[in-house]
C-alpha cells in the first residue's frame, strides 16, 4: 500500500510541479511535506497544503494505518483546492490526532465515519457541522471560520470535554445564542463573532465560562440586552469583544473586578456609563 501511495504523490508531483524533492531515487520519508515514524518508517504525517486538485481526497488515505496528521488545508495559500468529497477510508485513520481541510470547497455527503475517530484533537474544516462532530470528545481545538456554515450551533459542541478553543467566526450560523452548550471546563477561547446569531448574554455567563481567557462576539446580527454584572466571574479574562451589537443599559462596574483584561471593546453598543 505505500507503493501505492508513493505512486499518488509522485502524480501530484508531476501535475502541480510544485516540490522538487519528489523522486523515485530517493524515500518518500525524505520528501517534502511527508514525515516518518523513526521506526518503522511509516508515514505519520502528511502536509500538502498548496496543491490545485480537484475531485475527491484519495482513497488511499484510508490505507496509510499510522498516519497521526493530515494536513489538506489552503488557508495560508493563494491556491484554491477543491477536494469535493471527504471518502469513507479517512475514518479508517484510527491513530489520526490532526485533521485540516480549512479553505477548502467540500460539498456533498460528508461520511459520519469521519466523526468516529475518537483520537483527534485539532480539527479544522469548513462549510459543515454535523451533530456528529459530539463523537469527537479528545478535541481540543475546532476552528471552523469564515466560512457559509449556516443553521444553529450544534448542541453536541457540549460532548467535547477537552475543547480548548472554539472558532466558529465568520460564518451564517443562526437562532438563538445558547452559551449553555459551551459549559466546558477547559474552554479558553471563543470566538463567535460575524454571525447571525441572537439572544442575550445570560446573568450567569460567569458560572458558564468560569475559565475563558478570551471571548470574541462582536458583530452578531441581534446580541440584545445589558452586559451581566456577574461577567466578572470571568476573572481570568484577558479579552472581551462585544463590539457593533445591540446591547444597552449601563457599563457595568464589575468590569473593573477583571484585572488580567488586556482588551475590552464595547464600541457600537447603546451603552452609557452613567
Known amino acids: 500500500m505505500e507503493k501505492i501511495f508513493t505512486s499518488f504523490l509522485l502524480l501530484l508531483h508531476y501535475v502541480t510541479f510544485l516540490y522538487e524533492s519528489w523522486s523515485p531515487a530517493t524515500s518518500v520519508c525524505h520528501w517534502v511535506g511527508v514525515t516518518c515514524g523513526s521506526s518503522y518508517q511509516r508515514v505519520k504525517s502528511l502536509n500538502l497544503p498548496n496543491i490545485t486538485l480537484t475531485g475527491r481526497i484519495p482513497q488511499v ?11 489538506l488545508g489552503s488557508k495560508k495559500w493563494h491556491a484554491c483546492v477543491g477536494l469535493r468529497i471527504i471518502p469513507q477510508e479517512v475514518g479508517n485513520l484510527v491513530y489520526l490526532v490532526e ?6 470547497q467540500i460539498t456533498g455527503s460528508v461520511l459520519i465515519s ?39 450551533i450544534p ?39 460575524d454571525n ?18 478570551e471571548l470574541y462576539m462582536g458583530s452578531l446580527t441581534n446580541l440584545v440586552g445589558t452586559i451581566p454584572n ?12 462585544l463590539a457593533e451589537n ?26 452609557t456609563n452613567h
Request: proline content about 3%.
Open 196 to 213: 447571525n446569531i441572537s439572544g442575550s448574554l445570560p446573568p450567569n455567563i460567569g458560572s458558564i465560562l468560569p475559565n475563558i481567557k
Open 114 to 152: 469521519l466523526f468516529n475517530i475518537s483520537l483527534v484533537q485539532i480539527l479544522s474544516l469548513e462549510r459543515f457541522l454535523p451533530q456528529e462532530i459530539g463523537n469527537l470528545t479528545n478535541t481540543q481545538r475546532l476552528q471552523i471560520n469564515g466560512n457559509r456554515l449556516i443553521g444553529e
Open 246 to 271: 445591540k446591547l444597552t443599559g449601563l457599563i457595568p462596574n464589575s468590569l473593573g473586578y477583571l484585572t488580567h483584561l488586556q482588551h475590552l471593546n464595547l464600541g457600537g453598543n447603546n451603552l
Open 61 to 71: 488515505f484510508g490505507n496509510l494505518s499510522f498516519l497521526v496528521s493530515l494536513d
Open 99 to 104: 485533521l485540516a481541510v480549512e479553505d477548502n
Open 155 to 193: 448542541k453536541e459542541i457540549n460532548n467535547l470535554i477537552e475543547l480548548e478553543k472554539l472558532d466558529l467566526e465568520a460564518n451564517s450560523y443562526s437562532g438563538s445564542l445558547d452559551m449553555e452548550i459551551l459549559n466546558i471546563s477547559g474552554l479558553r477561547i471563543i470566538s463567535l463573532s
Open 230 to 241: 456577574f461577567i466578572s466571574n470571568c476573572s481570568k479574562l484577558t479579552i472581551l469583544e
